[in-house]
């Protein structure tokens, strides 16, 4: 019989990548916000003591940056107390659980890769509820794999890539913080790894997800790094140079010519936002890599097969 995989957040940028692989590992029930609120614990109790999942996929999050330093109540419910309760859950019935968690644990004054023993000291709202629910779920005992990953983009959601293909449709001049720096990935990626060390680990086991001593934090990040001043110059560059019948890029700029011309590096301070982020934000993948010899590839790598086809999940099946 095939394992029940229960995955949260189907339609975020993670959820819905990792809806087209781990059909491969599993019968899948995928939930969106509609069927399971996570921010409401008895229904996250019902649903896993319904669904009796052998492992949870949670791909869910409160992701809203900037709200969150209003909002800091629901974000907590959802980042900090919600994988609590799900870590719970799933050790009562025996399930494992995978989740994912965020560069924003950290301040960001590090000048080189932050690896998994780095001391967390997050610096705003969101930071701080992602890291309560890490260690809710360490807390919890429950056989777990928490991939913390950062700069996250995809052909669909709201991120970095979209937002600048729009920008450039409306604007000739972009003005983009270059004083940050980190490694964007692409959610097909994070998606592919995750289903990679799984289906290892089920071969390992007999078909099970059992995690036992790798239980435990591993940084999953593109390879190299960037700021988002070059993030944009980048995919300015890839955008010039596409076919005009990728879907998803016809959908970004609305089928409008790109007038950006220019990409002019500003500070943080002069982009003024609310929220403090890292100006660091570079994960060192060597324990991911060491532990379940799975890497991801290069952020170019990444954002160049974007622009190659329309189905990045072929390209990367074939790998
Ligand atoms: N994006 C990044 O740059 C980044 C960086 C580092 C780590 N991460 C982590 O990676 C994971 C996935 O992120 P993502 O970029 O895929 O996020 P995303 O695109 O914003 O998707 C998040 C999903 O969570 C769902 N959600 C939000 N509140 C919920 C609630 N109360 N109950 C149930 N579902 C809820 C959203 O549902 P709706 O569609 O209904 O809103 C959405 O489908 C998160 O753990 C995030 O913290 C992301």
């Known amino acids: 019989?095939?394992?029940?995989?229960?995955?949260?957040?189907?339609?975020g940028q993670i959820g819905a990548e990792l809806l087209q692989f781990l059909p491969q590992l599993g019968e899948v029930v995928a939930l969106d916000r509609d069927h399971l609120d996570l921010s409401k614990p008895d229904d996250i109790r019902r649903a896993i003591r319904e669904i009796r999942p052998q492992i949870i996929?949670?791909?869910?999050?409160?992701?809203?940056?900037?709200?969150?330093?209003?909002?800091?109540?629901?974000?907590?419910?959802?980042?900090?107390?919600?994988?609590?309760?799900?870590?719970?859950?799933?050790?009562?019935?025996?399930?494992?659980?995978?989740?994912?968690?965020?560069?924003?644990?950290?301040?960001?004054?590090?000048?080189?890769?932050?690896?998994?023993?780095?001391?967390?000291?997050?610096?705003?709202v969101y930071g701080k509820t992602k890291f309560a629910g890490e260690q809710a779920i360490r807390d919890s005992g429950v056989p777990h794999l928490i991939f913390r990953t950062a700069w996250v983009y995809a052909t669909r959601g709201r991120n970095f890539l979209l937002t600048i293909l729009h920008l450039a449709t409306e604007r000739e001049e972009l003005r983009i913080v270059s004083d940050q720096i980190g490694a964007p990935v692409c959610a097909s990626d994070l998606a592919v790894a995750t289903s990679k060390?799984?289906?290892?680990?089920?071969?390992?086991?007999?078909?099970?997800?059992?995690?036992?001593?790798?239980?435990?934090?591993?940084?999953?990040?593109?390879?190299?790094?960037?700021?988002?001043?070059?993030?944009?110059?980048?995919?300015?560059?890839?955008?010039?140079?596409?076919?005009?019948?990728?879907?998803?890029?016809?959908?970004?700029?609305?089928?409008?010519?790109?007038?950006?011309?220019?990409?002019?590096?500003?500070?943080?301070?002069?982009?003024r936002s609310p929220t403090h982020r890292p100006a660091y934000s570079v994960l060192s993948n060597s324990r991911l890599i060491q532990t379940f010899g799975v890497a991801l590839p290069n952020w170019r790598t990444q954002l160049q097969r974007c622009f190659v086809s329309e189905s990045i999940n072929a390209i990367l099946l074939s790998d």
Request: hydrophobic share 40%.
């Open 1 to 11: 019989m095939k394992p029940v995989i229960l995955l949260t957040g189907k339609n």
């Open 57 to 124: 996929v949670n791909a869910a999050a409160y992701t809203a940056v900037d709200k969150a330093e209003t909002d800091e109540a629901m974000a907590q419910a959802v980042n900090g107390e919600a994988p609590g309760v799900m870590a719970k859950e799933a050790k009562k019935i025996g399930a494992a659980l995978v989740h994912y968690s965020t560069d924003y644990i950290f301040d960001g004054s590090k000048k080189m890769p932050y690896d998994e023993t780095d001391a967390a000291n997050p610096i705003n």
């Open 197 to 271: 060390i799984l289906a290892g680990i089920c071969e390992r086991n007999n078909g099970r997800f059992v995690f036992s001593e790798a239980s435990g934090t591993y940084h999953m990040s593109a390879a190299g790094q960037t700021t988002w001043c070059d993030f944009a110059k980048a995919i300015l560059e890839k955008a010039g140079a596409t076919s005009r019948d990728l879907a998803w890029f016809a959908t970004a700029t609305r089928g409008r010519p790109l007038i950006a011309r220019r990409v002019v590096p500003i500070s943080t301070e002069e982009f």
